[in-house]
Structure formats: structure tokens, C-alpha cells
């Protein structure tokens, strides 16, 4: 799991994670999803450059962070890259805000996300998924002593802290909140504890793991949702061979029990399966 010292300046610094900028000028002349030659497939430049290139945010721990040596981990992390060893060719990544990563699949700078992308319905009519390989649940997330909110129904007209694009943000909305925008969970939490928002939606692991981190911190988890698919690999629509080639990897690594293994490692409990 994350270090104490590190995980709350590296969530603290979500919002300078403008390195994206960088990132994307200099991953696109390797990847192959930037390929001018498109009679070349996905999978096929993948192979070709040797690498497949995974766009991550790198503050959002536990799934993807880096560590009190500065090196970039993270259940994701290391899926992906065990994902791009059954490949036989490397994992490079790419950091970027959570808002800029399915643009940058749009804009074919990286191959695919590896950070915790919920194929929804939306998302599925702009990309190809992989099979799953996180299961989980939402919670919401309010100030302590608040019992204004049981269930996710409770947020009708509440203000609800979240990132532009995620999933979340969506859930919010669809149960009726009004939406103050914010960077990351870390300022989803000073939103409430300041009284701009009341409630903010996410995925337990991330909360379970940001509140082991800062157990002083003054939010509860006040209401859960059902368990449901939380990841998987989007990919440009038509590249059925990568995803196939994905499938396979994740296939072969839930069979030899690396799934389960990383599961354990950073949450206590096999999440690639749902229970």
C-alpha cells in the first residue's frame, strides 16, 4: 500500500500534474496509436515499438501514485505492466490530470488508461473496452455528524464535489446533486470540510485507502451503492485485435492468480472477481 509521508502531497498535487503537456508531445512519435500508417494496426505498432503506452494520473493512490522514492506504482500500475508482459513488450507510462486521459486515447498519444476507467454506457459509444478487472462499489462521502445522507437518493439537490469527466460526476448528477467541480478526492474532502460541498461520490477503495492515510481526516463514508464493474482498458474504437490481445493477458492473469494477488497486496480482498 501507499507510504503515510507521500500519499497526501502526491493527492495534494493532482492539480500539477500538467506534466500531462509534456508527456503527450513526447509519447506520440513512439506510440504506435500515433501511426500515420493506418493500414498498420494498434496491436501491430505495439509490437513493433516494443512498448505499449498507458496514460495514468499518478496521484490517485492506490491505483496509481508514486511512492516515497518517487517511483510511479499502484495496483493499475502494476496490472498494466504485468498486462504488458504477457504482451512481451514494456509498459511506458504517461501522466496526466484524470481530464485529459480519455483524450488522450481521442488523440492516439497513448494506447489505452490504466486508472480505474468504468466502461458506462457513454464511454462505450466512444470506445473499446477490455474485460474487467476491478469490481467495487460507490460511497458517499460526507462531513462527519452529517446524517442528512443515507443513500445515494439523499443527494437530490445537495452540492456534490467531483472531477469534470468521471464517472462519478455523472452518478451525482443522475441522483440529482448540483456540481462543484474539483481536481481530486483531496480537494473533494476541503470542499466538505470547508462547507462548499456536502457530499462527494467515489469508489470505496479509493476512500478506504485515502481515510488509512488521514484517519484524522472529518469525513465519513455515510452510504454505499451496489457492488459493481469499476475498470477496465478503453481503446480506440476498431482496434479489436488489442483489445482481443488485452483480453488474453488479463485472462491468463486471473487464471496463474496475479489478479488476486495484487488485489490482496493493496486492498485485503480479491476485487478482480466480483463476490
Known amino acids: 500500500m501507499s507510504d503515510t ?7 495534494a498535487a493532482a492539480a500539477l500534474a500538467v506534466v500531462s503537456v509534456v508527456g503527450f508531445a513526447s509519447c506520440g512519435s513512439s506510440n504506435g496509436a500515433g501511426s500515420d500508417d493506418s493500414a498498420t494496426s494498434e496491436l501491430e505498432q505495439v509490437k513493433k515499438n516494443g512498448e505499449i503506452v498507458f496514460g495514468t494520473e499518478g496521484t490517485y ?6 511512492d516515497t522514492d518517487d517511483n510511479l506504482t499502484g495496483y493499475d500500475v502494476e496490472i498494466a505492466t504485468a498486462v504488458a508482459e504477457e504482451l512481451g513488450v514494456k509498459a511506458k507510462f504517461v501522466e496526466a490530470n484524470w481530464d485529459s486521459l480519455l483524450a488522450g ?4 498519444k497513448f494506447d489505452t488508461v490504466a486508472d480505474q476507467v468504468t466502461p458506462n454506457d457513454e464511454r462505450k459509444q466512444k470506445y473499446d473496452f477490455t474485460d474487467l478487472y476491478t469490481y467495487s ?3 458517499a462521502v460526507t462531513k462527519k455528524g452529517n446524517d ?3 443513500s445515494f437518493s439523499d443527494i437530490k439537490g445537495k452540492n456534490a464535489a467531483e472531477t469534470k ?5 455523472q452518478t451525482a448528477q443522475e441522483n440529482g446533486a448540483n456540481i462543484v467541480s474539483v481536481n481530486d478526492f483531496a480537494q473533494a474532502v476541503d470542499a466538505i470540510t470547508s462547507g462548499r460541498a456536502d457530499v462527494t461520490l467515489n469508489d470505496k477503495l479509493a476512500v478506504l485507502d485515502y481515510l488509512k492515510q488521514k484517519p484524522d ?3 465519513q463514508i455515510a452510504a454505499k451503492s451496489e457492488i459493481s464493474p469499476a475498470a477496465a482498458f478503453p481503446i480506440h474504437k476498431g482496434e479489436d485485435d488489442l483489445v482481443k490481445a488485452l483480453n488474453d493477458a488479463l485472462a491468463k492473469l486471473q487464471e496463474d492468480g496475479t489478479l488476486k494477488k495484487l488485489s490482496v497486496k493493496y486492498f485485503g480482498e480479491d476485487v478482480s472477481v466480483k463476490q
Open 5 to 11: 509521508k507521500s500519499v497526501w502531497k502526491k493527492y
Open 61 to 66: 493512490a492506490p491505483f496509481s501514485y508514486h
Open 105 to 108: 486515447v481521442d488523440a492516439k
Open 137 to 139: 462499489q460507490g460511497v
Open 148 to 150: 442528512d445522507i443515507k
Open 165 to 169: 469527466t468521471s464517472n462519478w460526476n
Open 217 to 219: 481526516a472529518d469525513v
